[in-house]
């Protein structure tokens, strides 16, 4: 099997290393997502990933998408989400979103990924819950709760997380946090983004 992949350093090594089961084309840009018609499969992990129309594309082609829907890309049945944010697209299990066929399902065992099929909305599971214990740590230390540090520290002993909020929020990027709240939040104000969050959103 042939996977072609667009994506940064850190996308191509979390898919790839320790997987030689399929044949792993690296994509230079999202061009040769159309010129490689021997491809049984692609990935684009990159930020715009969303904004790309991959109507001429038949084969099953995911995309890293935490925000927007399907829906709301208007994209086709060979389309899925997945989560790839920094620290996601190495687990063993993944949430997809989208049209399950046998053809997806034959791409994500040939890369030895299990997968939960998740409902088709902003932040799919995993990254929900995790922006809202982010957003959370941020309301504790506004209120001198404790220290980023001990929070992380705390949150890790009690839950056997492998990072804690902070620590989560300097892997996948504060701004990718604060953007996924804000676009929950129009519909459920439990995930206003807390103040501190902001400020350090717009910094960076």
């Known amino acids: 099997m042939k996977i072609l992949v667009l994506a940064t350093d850190d996308g191509w090594n979390e898919l790839t290393v320790n997987n030689n089961a399929v044949e792993w084309i690296r994509a230079e840009d999202v061009n040769a997502f159309f010129v490689h018609k021997e491809a049984d499969a692609c990935f684009n992990l990159n930020s715009d990933a969303a904004e790309i129309n991959y109507s001429e594309i038949k084969k099953p082609v995911f ?35 989208g049209n399950i066929s046998k053809e997806s399902v034959t791409v994500l065992t040939a890369i030895s990924k299990k997968y939960v099929s998740v409902p088709d909305e902003p932040g799919l599971i995993a990254a929900r819950i ?18 980023e540090k001990e929070i992380d520290i705390a949150m890790k002993l009690g839950t056997n997380y492998p990072f804690g909020p902070f620590e989560w929020a300097q892997l996948i990027g504060i701004k990718n946090v604060y953007d996924l709240l804000m676009s929950i939040s129009q519909n459920d104000n439990r995930y206003k983004p807390a103040e501190l969050l902001q400020q350090e959103a717009i910094k960076n």
Do not use: P, Q
């Open 63 to 97: 995309i890293h998408c935490v925000i927007k829907t399907l829906k709301e890309i208007n994209a086709h049945e060979n389309i899925y989400r997945i989560n790839g944010w920094r620290g996601f697209i190495k687990r063993d299990s993944w949430e997809v979103a």
């Open 130 to 147: 995790i922006a809202m214990i982010i957003n959370e740590a941020y309301f504790a230390k506004a209120e001198n709760v404790s220290t």
